[in-house]
């Protein structure tokens, strides 16, 4: 699976983006999940840091898994949408103009 370069919830470009996955892998052996393909499984999206922290902090795993399994999910959460939307307007403070890496 090949990183992207922008946060898929803030949109911000990212060099040190890390992967969510939208089945957490804390629940991949219960019940619900161990039928499903390794693909599913495995699906996620590249958020920044930030962004990680924010869905990790307003959803446990099993809600993550089955209420938020998709972008589209992830965004339908009140605390989550709300943030993405700030999120996009402030950016990060690697991603000011102007400084140097």
């Given at each position: 699976m090949?990183?992207?370069?922008?946060?898929?919830?803030?949109?911000?470009?990212?060099?040190?983006?890390?992967?969510?996955?939208?089945?957490?892998?804390?629940?991949?052996?219960?019940?619900?999940?161990?039928?499903?393909?390794?693909?599913?499984?495995?699906?996620?999206?590249?958020?920044c840091r930030r962004c990680h922290k924010m869905v990790h902090r307003s959803a446990d795993h099993l809600t993550l898994a089955t209420a938020h399994r998709s972008l589209d999910g992830l965004l339908a959460h009140p605390g989550i949408g709300r943030y993405a939307a700030w999120?996009?307007?402030?950016?990060?403070?690697?991603?000011?103009?102007g400084r140097a890496d």
């Open positions: 090949a990183a992207a370069t922008h946060c898929a919830l803030c949109t911000h470009p990212d060099p040190g983006l890390t992967f969510h996955h939208l089945i957490p892998k804390r629940v991949h052996k219960r019940r619900r999940f161990r039928d499903l393909d390794a693909n599913t499984l495995q699906s996620g999206l590249w958020l999120a996009r307007a402030h950016p990060q403070p690697h991603q000011r103009p």
